[in-house]
């Protein structure tokens, strides 16, 4: 791939996410729905459709591995501020209870209903030689997922990020990702592909491994480093890079046990010290890289995936069944966990509209169910148009629920008992 060719994708890319971003965004929706539509507009449903020869030269599959690899650097960046910026509202144990109700509930109630609808759409959609259960347990991984960075991009453009749901959302979404992707692992294996056991166990053994060595290494040595040598919150360009260094190196570890380099930037935000000047100075120089520029590119390398039969005849009931499991399933296990948890119907309601949020994780999903043969290209476009259409309709349900942008702060608001 040429240079030249990289950066009019490049161009093409971010000029079609801030258009579409911006009209979304004049509707009430948040800009990050706006560039999951433009990759729907850049993939072959709409400009493969009307300039076929235009699209085959801009995205021909030899040219995708520079975007590929630059979209996984501004997920990585995105989702260690998200980690850096996370503060518990409550006591330890009583946040992973909390948690735990929200994220198992929210993962048990689509991925039953999932599994019931499976009969119907094996037939169909599955592609040849694929047996029942691992379509049907994958079809329930996917309507399982919360988009951890979507909801977190939610929750900023709104001001939400500080609210008592806010923060019990965003810990629950990382339970229900854990689960999944060891769930999705274990699909994998059924189907005959990839690592099999022996790749479920590696992940299971990697995870404890990883989150021993965060907490118990690395959040003591960063802490140490950032006093003795940051201790205004301003990193040098030495204290950057050493912090860089950690980042990619919990990225490296989570995506070699298959758990996609997101949670290990992630787990590297959580272990930092809990400092408001240090969160300003990396989220200053980090986020509008990552947001603006380096986001766009994994919303377009989906949709160039999708398939325009998923449009037609008997599809189009398909993906309507899919979206009202997945928004049913979604909405009500989210409720009922933060309602067992103690919150307030107010909160535990808003609670379930943001699992309901599933954009980019789902993405990553079924990437991986299409890569390994789960599921075929008409599946795959019905699931990312199931993401685009439950993500774009938090903002409204949040609206609806919990009323307008209202920064709470944490140490002010607490569940009620």
């Known amino acids: ?226 006093r003795t040598r940051a201790p205004d919150g301003e990193p040098s360009a030495t204290v950057l890079a050493a912090l860089m260094i950690g980042l990619l190196a919990c990225s490296l570890a989570t995506e070699w046990v298959h758990l996609h380099a997101v949670f290990g930037a992630f787990l590297f935000g959580t272990c930092l010290p809990r400092d408001d000047r240090l969160l300003g100075s990396l989220a200053e120089r980090i986020e509008p890289l990552s947001i603006v520029v380096l986001m766009p590119l994994f919303f377009a390398l989906a949709g160039l995936n999708t398939s325009a039969s998923a449009f037609s005849g008997a599809s189009l009931g398909a993906m309507g069944l899919i979206f009202a499991v997945a928004a049913i399933g979604k909405i009500a296990g989210g409720a009922a966990g933060a309602r067992l948890a103690g919150y307030d119907w107010r909160d535990s309601l808003a609670t379930g509209a943001l699992m309901n949020a599933r954009g980019l994780m789902e993405l990553i999903v079924i990437k991986v169910g299409y890569d390994a043969g789960l599921i075929g290209p008409e599946l795959f476009t019905m699931l990312l148009v199931m993401a685009l259409v439950t993500t774009a309709m938090t903002g409204p349900l949040m609206t609806l629920i919990a009323g307008r942008a209202k920064t709470v702060p944490v140490t002010e608001a607490a569940p009620s008992t």
């Open 1 to 226: 791939m040429s240079t030249t060719t990289l950066l009019l994708q490049l161009i093409v890319i971010l000029t079609t996410a801030r258009v579409c971003g911006w009209l979304l965004k004049h509707l009430g929706q948040p800009s990050v729905v706006g560039e999951m539509a433009a990759g729907m507009v850049l993939g072959p449903v709409v400009m493969g459709a009307l300039f076929p020869g235009v699209h085959a030269e801009l995205f021909s599959k030899a040219s995708l591995g520079g975007l590929t690899s630059l979209s996984t650097v501004g997920l990585v960046l995105f989702m260690f501020v998200i980690g850096l910026e996370l503060r518990p509202q409550q006591g330890v144990r009583q946040q992973v209870r909390a948690a735990g109700f929200v994220g198992l509930l929210s993962i048990a109630a689509p991925l039953v209903m999932g599994l019931a609808i499976a009969p119907v759409l094996h037939p169909a959609l599955a592609p040849a030689g694929v047996g029942f259960w691992p379509f049907a347990l994958f079809i329930g991984a996917a309507l399982s997922i919360t988009a951890f960075p979507v909801m977190a991009r939610i929750l900023k453009d709104r001001g939400q990020a500080g609210t008592p749901f806010g923060q019990l959302s965003l810990s629950a979404a990382a339970v229900v990702d854990a689960f999944a992707w060891v769930l999705l692992a274990l699909v994998v294996a059924m189907a005959g592909t990839g690592e099999g056991y022996p790749g479920l166990l590696k992940i299971s053994v990697g995870v404890v491994v990883l989150l021993a060595v965060v907490y118990l290494v690395l959040k003591p040595a960063y802490a140490w480093l950032l």
